[in-house]
């Protein structure tokens, strides 16, 4: 910033300009380049972390030095997760026009949180949502907002169900969930005042699914020791295995006990744009509420998950608290305050990123990549099926496949550490970044297709790798 500037906040248009430009000198190299970065590079990085950790600066410095330290310095050292390698846990998004939305929506930074503050707007982000809803097959009363993620949408999901379901003294309320329910709902238990055992983890199948039968016979159990059942919480794409929990059944079962159902799609609800998905969530459709995140099978970067709930009413009665000094609020039932039915007052304009990615790309690109998706992660199935000594541990259900390699002769603790280091092998190619797992017992290795960057010709490099690594580890 020029130091001869009368008031140092406010650039002048040549300024930001230059701002903006310098960044994109910046940007534009990182995201090329992003296919001959390593797909993870964290050596040293905790060093770095501590060395650059400094005080709040008195003045400012110039643009072009931190610009260094966070492109030449802190991005590279970190995990990938933009890059086409990324195939771990659930891999991130980050698409172009997103961070051109959010840059609109900070600097124009209206209010959304209120409707009559930018009717228009908050209109957008609530076109955003009815999309997401006309995707879910939701009916027209449904309601949603966005959240920072899949984490807060389970949150507030939870909250909802506990003020439609249970009386004001609710601790003997009990929620039924998969063994392999991400662990995001049990902490959403917790935070809303639950001791830790009120959510049951109910055994699932040899695909990792939740058994409905279980979920009736421990219903029933609980209420016969006094305790009252509310919820039921289905995985549509669990992060662990991609396994998708039998959601007609479910929805069966929930419906004939009463209970709130709510169906975790952070991961796999996106898919439903396929065709396969939308095969797999036959049923998802008559859930009371679901989580989506668009920073997941969206592909738009970190910080937006959605949160759906059928009857939008339900939201308002969770969520509307008055005060006096608040602008006037809307009586018409198809204009939404999103102040009103969700936790958060002022909040950025998330709904911009979905909003313009579809409007520039279309919903067709979306279908195509995750169509794509899917197909590679079939791809990758196949060859480890044919790679020998492979052992698949979970068939792909959406895009996760988990297998191991498994010598003759090593069993046990011992095949656990032989994946384990197997693992770290395949990694240290720099080509992809996979995670791992346990599943029972076993030390499994996951790949997880997800970045709309990851095209054939990486998930052949994948392969390659494995039985690179495999053939290593013989040889040492
Ligand atoms: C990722 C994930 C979450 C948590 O979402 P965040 O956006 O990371 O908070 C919840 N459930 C499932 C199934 C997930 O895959």
Request: proline share 6%; net charge negative; hydrophobic share 45%.
């Amino acid at each position: 910033m020029s130091a001869d500037a009368p008031y140092p906040l406010e650039p002048s248009a040549a300024e930001m300009h230059r701002l903006v430009e310098a960044a994109m000198a910046r940007i534009v190299p990182h995201l090329t380049s992003l296919p001959d970065q390593r797909s993870a590079d964290v050596a040293g990085a905790v060093d770095l972390a501590r060395e650059i950790s400094g005080p709040m600066p008195d003045s400012g410095r110039p643009f072009e030095q931190i610009l260094d330290l966070l492109f030449n310095r802190a991005i590279p050292k970190t995990f990938n997760t933009a890059g086409p390698g990324y195939l771990a846990y659930i891999p991130g998004g980050g698409l172009f026009v997103a961070a051109v939305a959010d840059l609109i929506a900070d600097t124009a930074n209206r209010y959304t949180g209120v409707f009559a503050a930018a009717p228009a707007l908050a209109q957008l982000e609530a076109d955003a949502l009815a999309w997401l809803a006309e995707i879910a097959g939701f009916p027209k009363a449904a309601r949603g907002f966005f959240t920072s993620g899949g984490s807060l949408a389970n949150w507030s999901a939870l909250v909802v169900a506990r003020r439609e379901r249970l009386p004001e003294n609710f601790l003997s309320g009990t929620i039924y969930a998969s063994d392999q329910v991400h662990h995001s709902m049990v902490k959403a238990a917790l935070l809303a005042g639950f001791p830790p055992d009120r959510v049951r983890e109910i055994p699932t199948d040899d695909l990792y699914r939740m058994q409905p039968e279980r979920v009736a016979e421990r219903i029933a159990a609980d209420r016969a020791a006094g305790l009252t059942p509310f919820l039921i919480v289905a995985s549509a794409g669990t992060t662990n295995t991609g396994a998708v929990d039998p959601l007609e059944a479910i929805a069966d079962l929930a419906e004939r006990e009463k209970l709130w159902l709510h169906i975790d799609g952070a991961y796999g609800a996106c898919f439903l744009l396929t065709e396969a998905g939308r095969k797999a969530f036959r049923g998802l459709e008559r859930a009371d509420s679901l989580s989506i995140d668009p920073h997941k099978g969206l592909f738009l970067p970190y910080g937006i998950g959605a949160l759906l709930v059928r009857d939008g009413e339900a939201l308002r009665r969770a969520h509307a608290v008055g005060a006096d000094y608040m602008p006037y609020l809307q009586s018409d039932p198809d204009l939404v305050d999103f102040c009103e039915i969700s936790p958060e007052l002022s909040k950025p304009f998330r709904g911009l990123r979905l909003w313009l990615a579809l409007q520039l790309h279309g919903v067709q690109a979306f279908r195509d990549a995750l169509e794509e998706k899917l197909a590679l992660t079939h791809f990758a199935a196949e060859e480890l099926r044919a790679t020998p000594e492979i052992e698949i541990l979970a068939e792909p259900q959406l895009s996760v496949i988990a297998f191991r390699h498994r010598p003759p002769g090593v069993e046990g603790e011992a095949l656990n550490e032989w994946n384990r280091n197997l693992l770290d092998r395949i990694n240290a190619h720099g080509r992809v970044y996979l995670s791992g797992t346990n599943l029972r017992g076993a030390f499994a290795i996951r790949i997880c297709v997800l970045s709309f960057r990851t095209h054939r010709d990486r998930m052949e490099a994948c392969l390659e790798d494995v039985r690179a690594a495999i053939a290593d580890g013989g040889a040492g």
